[in-house]
C-alpha cells in the first residue's frame, strides 16, 4: 500500500522560509519521479516543481523559479521542497505526487500539508 505524507506547513509572515518534506512507502522510491503541487482556495491545483529519479530538477513554476528549490533523498524516502521569501500568494495547500508537471492527475498523491503566509 503507497502512503505519501507531507509535513512541514504552517503560518509565517512575508518573506519568512519553511522546508516541506514528503515521505513515500510502499513503492520502490528511487524509481518514481516526484511533483509537488499546490492548490489554494477558490483556484485550480498548480504544478509548483518536479524532480526526476536521478535528483535533477524538471520543472519549476515561473512564480516561485528564483525562490523554491526542490530536493529529494532516496535513501530516505524522502523528497523536500525549500521555499524562501515567502509570500501571501504562496498561501496554499502543498501536495506532492508520483506524477509530473502542469495539468497532472495520474499518480499517488498524499493529502497534503498547509502553508499559510500572513502578516
Given at each position: 500500500?503507497v502512503q505519501?505524507?507531507e509535513?512541514?506547513?504552517?503560518?509565517v509572515?512575508?518573506?519568512?522560509s519553511?522546508?516541506?518534506?514528503c515521505?513515500?512507502?510502499?513503492?520502490?522510491?528511487?524509481?518514481?519521479l516526484?511533483?509537488?503541487?499546490r492548490q489554494a482556495?477558490?483556484?485550480?491545483?498548480?504544478?509548483v516543481?518536479?524532480?526526476?529519479e536521478?535528483?535533477?530538477?524538471?520543472?519549476?513554476?515561473?512564480?516561485?523559479?528564483?525562490?523554491?528549490?526542490i530536493?529529494r533523498?532516496n535513501?530516505?524516502n524522502s523528497a523536500y521542497?525549500q521555499?524562501?521569501?515567502?509570500?501571501?500568494?504562496?498561501t496554499?495547500?502543498?501536495?506532492?505526487?508520483t506524477?509530473?508537471g502542469p495539468g497532472?492527475?495520474d499518480g499517488?498523491?498524499?493529502?497534503?500539508t498547509?502553508v499559510?503566509?500572513?502578516?
Amino acid at each position: 500500500q503507497v502512503q505519501i505524507v507531507e509535513s512541514g506547513g504552517d503560518l509565517v509572515q512575508p518573506g519568512e522560509s519553511l522546508r516541506l518534506s514528503c515521505a513515500v512507502s510502499g513503492l520502490t522510491f528511487s524509481r518514481y519521479l516526484i511533483g509537488w503541487f499546490r492548490q489554494a482556495p477558490g483556484k485550480e491545483r498548480e504544478a509548483v516543481s518536479c524532480i526526476t529519479e536521478w535528483n535533477s530538477p524538471a520543472y519549476y513554476l515561473d512564480s516561485i523559479k528564483e525562490r523554491f528549490t526542490i530536493s529529494r533523498d532516496n535513501a530516505q524516502n524522502s523528497a523536500y521542497l525549500q521555499m524562501d521569501s515567502l509570500q501571501p500568494e504562496d498561501t496554499a495547500v502543498y501536495s506532492c505526487a508520483t506524477t509530473c508537471g502542469p495539468g497532472a492527475t495520474d499518480g499517488h498523491w498524499g493529502q497534503g500539508t498547509q502553508v499559510t503566509v500572513s502578516s
